[in-house]
């Protein structure tokens, strides 16, 4: 369960590596997120590039994110109980699209039913 205050790791390529959570989205003003809910983050750290081409992620960018997996362990539909080591999220702009072509690491199957299949595809691996 992710709460306001909550620091998260950013999977994607997107250059962020640490965000915040600031906001939860959803109806009635929900007091916890869990997998495949989106969320509020500003960025906290993020991977300085020596590019010419400038980034869109900066330190303190308030953007929109989902989670993809958690801490606590979730039950899958056939009774499988999964965790991971850390709170992961993967950011998206704010017309709620994807900002990155890349996930690393593992990422929880129930984003499969909450019409995330994009997400699942881009990752190597499935839980």
């Known amino acids: 369960m992710i709460y306001k205050g909550t620091y998260l790791r950013v999977i994607d390529n997107s250059g962020a590596t640490l ?14 997120a869990k997998v495949g809910s989106t969320i509020i983050v500003t960025i906290k750290d993020y991977t300085r ?34 965790n991971f080591i850390d709170n992961g999220v993967v950011l998206l702009d704010n017309k709620k699209s994807l900002m990155f072509t890349r996930v690393r690491g593992p990422i929880h199957y ?3 039913f909450k019409k995330f299949i994009k997400v699942l595809s881009l990752s190597k691996y499935n839980l």
């Open 49 to 82: 590039s020596n590019n010419s081409v400038r980034s869109k992620i900066e330190k303190g960018i308030i953007s929109h994110a989902l989670i993809v997996r958690t801490k606590k362990k979730n039950r899958s539909f056939d009774n499988i109980w999964t």
């Open 19 to 32: 965000a915040k959570c600031i906001g939860i989205l959803g109806s009635n003003s929900p007091k916890y």
């Open 110 to 112: 129930a984003l499969r």
